[in-house]
């Protein structure tokens, strides 16, 4: 198994150019999630998806938008790029247990927007 | 909302002494507690969780006690190790679909 993959490692973005992070996972997990993590903040939920066609607002879902036509895909797009985006992106997938469950991380996608 | 925090923000131990990180959580209704590990250029990985209706739960070297009154969970490493050099992280959830993250601990093994 793969695990969870993540589309670019890097990239570089000028304000107001769009983009779609990947991330893709061979686990058969229901639940995904897209977070941000910032120096010193941890890890804030962008998206969430409990399943193909389901997905939910996080903490900062705004200038983000996800979809989820498959089980194993669980795209980012960031509609207009600010600097404010300029982060560390991780996918996320878990299987779909109530009362929460280990979550296996993606390696990240580091994002620098000018 | 809740709100987690997380102490300290960077702990150096002597290689063998324990390390304790402590976190605590604002919103009562919360009932999983995960523990994460990140190293260098990699995503988090679980190391252990516990949920509300357990006090302490305990693997190997690891440990995690939970005190629902206080609304404070502690992770405990002991015997550490140059390995176990990393940054932490606390979360805390209500349903299980949203974790809130605290800000990390950057715990460091002095050989």
């Known amino acids: 198994n793969a695990g969870v993959t993540q589309t670019p490692k890097f990239q570089v973005l000028k304000t107001g150019q769009s983009m779609t992070l990947q991330c893709a996972q061979d686990?058969?997990?229901?639940?995904m999630s897209w977070y941000r993590q910032d120096p010193g903040m941890g890890l804030r939920l962008i998206h969430y998806?409990?399943?193909?066609?389901?997905?939910d607002q996080g903490e900062v879902p705004n200038g983000y938008n996800v979809s989820r036509s498959t089980t194993e895909d669980f795209p980012l797009r960031l509609l207009s790029a600010a600097p404010s985006q300029t982060s560390v992106y991780f996918c996320?997938?878990?299987?779909?247990?109530?009362?929460?469950?280990?979550?296996?991380f993606g390696p990240g996608t580091r994002l620098t927007v000018l | 909302g809740e709100n987690v925090e997380q102490h300290p923000s960077t702990l150096s131990v002597q290689e063998g002494d324990s390390a304790v990180i402590k976190c605590t959580y604002s919103d009562s209704a919360s009932n999983y507690f995960p523990w994460y590990k990140q190293e260098l250029g990699k995503g988090p990985q679980l190391i252990i969780d516990?949920?509300?209706n357990v006090g302490e739960k305990k693997d190997q070297r690891i440990a995690v006690t939970l005190n629902k009154t206080a609304k404070h969970f502690s992770l405990h490493i002991t015997e550490t190790q140059p390995e176990d050099s990393a940054v932490y992280f606390c979360a805390a959830s209500i349903s299980g679909y949203q974790l809130i993250w605290g800000a990390g601990t950057k715990l460091i093994i002095k050989p």
């Open positions: 996320a997938s878990r299987t779909q247990t109530s009362g929460g469950g280990e979550q296996f």
């Open positions: 686990m058969n997990h229901e639940y």
């Open positions: 516990i949920r509300s």
């Open positions: 998806s409990v399943g193909a066609g389901i997905t």
